[in-house]
């Protein structure tokens, strides 16, 4: 019963979404499946730069942890469900030499930002979580500590 009821407190979410901020401030934002590699997030900025592009690191902070480019998922990394994620060039390069001429296009564009994706209980039919109810406070009167 104790497993039943921290499955149904557990939350499981459809998507993560990573902003992915350049050097410039400018935002890179992707949505992925949880159970993606963090390659996926790495194949997602090659392809908004320039084949020339200088080498680049991604790390979120703090403190500062480099993200590997390797099969390590997006959940194991606490990516999940939204996460602000740094974009490091070598050599200090800026963010506008980088990118590639379709990608700049896009930053004059007005995008609206998605809202951070909705939890889902695990087991069918859990009752989501609610708030917890207002303590109501008592009405009028001196209170105890105060002695005249």
Not at 13 to 41: G, N, Q, T
Not at 83 to 106: D, H, K, N, W
Request: contains cysteine; hydrophobic residues 45%; glycine residues 6%.
């Amino acid at each position: 019963m104790r497993d039943v009821a921290a499955l149904q407190k557990k939350r499981v979410y459809d998507r993560c979404v990573l902003r992915m901020e350049l050097p410039d401030r400018s935002i890179l934002s992707a949505d992925f499946h949880p159970r993606e590699p963090c390659s996926a997030a790495y194949e997602v900025v090659r392809g908004a730069l320039r084949a020339d592009a200088p080498t680049f690191v991604l790390f979120n902070t703090p403190p500062r942890r480099d993200l590997p480019d390797d099969l390590t998922t997006l959940l194991d990394l606490g990516l999940v469900p939204a996460a602000r994620v740094f974009i490091s060039f070598a050599g200090g390069a800026l963010a506008t030499e980088a990118l590639a001429p379709e990608t700049l296009a896009l930053l004059d564009q007005d995008v609206g930002d998605e809202a951070v994706p909705e939890s889902r209980p695990v087991v069918p039919g859990g009752a989501p979580a609610t708030a917890p109810a207002p303590v109501p406070k008592k009405a009028g009167g001196k209170p105890s500590w105060l002695k005249l």
